[in-house]
């Protein structure tokens, strides 16, 4: 079975951008859940998708918003970029509407200069 | 407040030391969730626990739902166990996962 998987891995962006970051979630998953990690912090919940309907949001702007395929996998567009946004983007899949275990990706490095 | 507080921050510790990770947490909670995060990002989740105890092989979790505290204990720790340890919960009835700002181990040899 394969695990989460993210892409970009790393990317630069210049402030006032658009970027959309993907995940692939694991097999047989069909829970996306999406988490912004600043330097030296803890993840904060940006929002989670369940069966291709927004599952619950975090305390994040409008400009943060997703999107889940019929296959599960997902999006996270983020725009008018700010150079708060620079961070690490995890993505976790898990099975259910309220998961229970969690299978992370190794994230999307964003740099926004 | 941080709704997770974990303790300490940093911890530097000789091969083979028993090592013991504190989360405190102050809301209802459906699970707590002990997570390895390694240089470069990358998350393994290492226990998923609403109550009691688990263990594989050289970690252990425990939690105590009453006093909302929960260990995480390396036993026989070696230096490939070094990484930042992050304590998170599910909130109950949501969605939502808190996270701890987590515990940077890092074991000497």
């Known amino acids: 079975e394969t695990g989460v998987t993210q892409s970009p891995t790393h990317l630069i962006k210049t402030r006032g951008q658009q970027v959309t970051l993907r995940c692939s979630s694991q097999s047989g998953h069909n829970t996306v859940s999406w988490y912004q990690q600043a330097l030296g912090q803890g993840p904060q919940f940006i929002f989670q998708?369940?069966?291709?309907?927004?599952?619950g949001r975090g305390n994040f702007p409008p400009r943060f918003s997703g999107l889940q395929f019929p296959n599960y996998s997902s999006e996270l567009n983020v725009n008018a970029l700010e150079l708060d946004d620079s961070a690490l983007y995890l993505c976790?899949?898990?099975?259910?509407?309220?998961?229970?275990?969690?299978?992370f990706g190794s994230g999307t490095r964003l740099t926004v200069v | 407040k941080n709704e997770v507080e974990q303790s300490p921050q940093n911890l530097t510790a000789q091969e083979g030391e028993f090592i013991t990770i504190n989360c405190s947490y102050s809301v209802g909670i459906s699970a707590l969730h002990w997570l390895q995060q390694h240089p470069g990002g990358g998350i393994v989740s290492l226990f998923m626990?609403?109550?009691g105890k688990k263990k594989h092989g050289r970690l252990i979790a425990t939690i105590n739902i009453q006093e909302k505290h929960s260990s995480l204990h390396i036993t026989a720790s070696h230096p490939r166990d070094s990484a930042v340890y992050i304590c998170a919960v599910t909130k109950y009835n949501n969605n939502d996962m808190r996270f701890g700002a987590g515990t940077r181990l890092t074991v000497k040899p």
């Open positions: 626990l609403s109550s």
């Open positions: 976790a899949s898990s099975l259910g509407q309220v998961p229970r275990g969690y299978t």
């Open positions: 998708y369940y069966r291709e309907e927004e599952n």
